[in-house]
Structure formats: structure tokens, C-alpha cells
């Protein structure tokens, strides 16, 4: 005896496989028009907020139309120039970015990746010390690609470690080429 699920989705499979392609007018892949991600795969774009938590400068490559890889560098500092010490904080990105609509030059979609921090102090005559950790950050949001290569992103984030998470907002602007 046959699941009922099964002969389900063995008849959806079915017309959908023979469905494919045999509307009148319908267009293939090859005639469909390039997307701004495909025309325009990488950008460079300043964050505000976000998973580095103040900002952040990246860049982001698109692998495919629905998959792109994304680095990204922030840095805060503070200190004496009087040799009375300071301290600063490096933050290093690595991440994926997973897009819904492949034939759209604006799209949700969905992110995460690795936030890597290193902590410096500089005591002046007393010493120094630096320490090294990582969060992680998943997120969703929304993308807006021009074709003339101006760029907006807004996301909410997820920001993970040490157990707890925290929920924060990023807004970019940049430039894709």
C-alpha cells in the first residue's frame, strides 16, 4: 500500500516536470534578462550598525544569481598621544548571503557568518595586553541593486556567542560593479 504523501508528490513532480517550459510565450533561462546581481556581481558598501556593531566597510562578491560571499573590515580606537595609553578594537568578517528572487534586482534574503574581534590596550609605561574572540551573526533583509550600480541594504540581525544572542539592525549603502 502506496503513503497518500507519496502519491502526492509524485503527481506534482509529474506536472510539473511536464509543464515545464511548454506554456506558449513563456521565456527560458537563456532569454531571460540579466539581474543587476549577474550584470553587476561585486560591491563595495559602508554599513552603519550592523554585525561589526558601529560599522563597517565590505565588500561582496556574487558566486551565482542567489549566492554571494562577503568580507568586511571595522576598527575603533582611542588613546593619549602623550603616551598615557589607549586602547582599540579590530573587528575582521566573514560571511555568505542567500537571496530569494533570482530574476529581481531587489530581494529578501538571508545571511550569517564568523565576526572576528581583536582587543588592544596599551597601558603607557605599565604594559600592554590584547586579547582575541569571535561571535557569531545570522540575519534577515531586504536588497535594493540598481542598474546604474547604487546599492541599499537594511537587516536585522541575530549576533551569537557565548551563549546568548542579541538582536541588531544594520543599514548599507554602496556601490556595485
Given at each position: 500500500m502506496k503513503a497518500p504523501w507519496a502519491t502526492t508528490v509524485?503527481?506534482?513532480?509529474?506536472?510539473?516536470v511536464?509543464?515545464?517550459?511548454?506554456?506558449?510565450?513563456?521565456?527560458?533561462?537563456?532569454d531571460a534578462?540579466?539581474?543587476?546581481?549577474?550584470?553587476?556581481?561585486?560591491?563595495?558598501?559602508?554599513?552603519?550598525?550592523?554585525?561589526?556593531l558601529l560599522y563597517s566597510f565590505s565588500y561582496q562578491h556574487m558566486v551565482s544569481?542567489?549566492?554571494?560571499?562577503?568580507?568586511?573590515?571595522?576598527g575603533l580606537g582611542s588613546g593619549s598621544t602623550s603616551g598615557g595609553g589607549g586602547a582599540s578594537l579590530v573587528l575582521g568578517t566573514v560571511g555568505g548571503r542567500l537571496y530569494f528572487l533570482?530574476?529581481?534586482?531587489?530581494?529578501p534574503f538571508v545571511t550569517g557568518g564568523g565576526v572576528f574581534a581583536n582587543v588592544s590596550t596599551d597601558a603607557g609605561p605599565f604594559g600592554s595586553d590584547s586579547s582575541s574572540g569571535s561571535f557569531g551573526y545570522t540575519g534577515?533583509?531586504?536588497?535594493?541593486?540598481?542598474s546604474s550600480g547604487f546599492l541599499f541594504r537594511g537587516t536585522v540581525y541575530g549576533?551569537?556567542?557565548?551563549?546568548?544572542?542579541?538582536?541588531?539592525?544594520?543599514?548599507?549603502?554602496?556601490?556595485?560593479f
Open positions: 509524485l503527481i506534482a513532480a509529474s506536472l510539473s511536464g509543464s515545464a517550459g511548454s506554456a506558449v510565450g513563456q521565456s527560458t533561462a537563456a534578462p540579466l539581474t543587476t546581481r549577474t550584470a553587476l556581481p561585486n560591491d563595495v558598501s559602508v554599513e552603519l550598525l550592523g554585525h561589526s544569481p542567489l549566492f554571494g560571499l562577503e568580507a568586511s573590515i571595522a533570482k530574476d529581481k534586482d531587489a530581494s534577515l533583509g531586504f536588497e535594493f541593486r540598481s549576533l551569537i556567542g557565548g551563549g546568548s544572542y542579541f538582536i541588531w539592525p544594520g543599514l548599507t549603502v554602496g556601490y556595485a
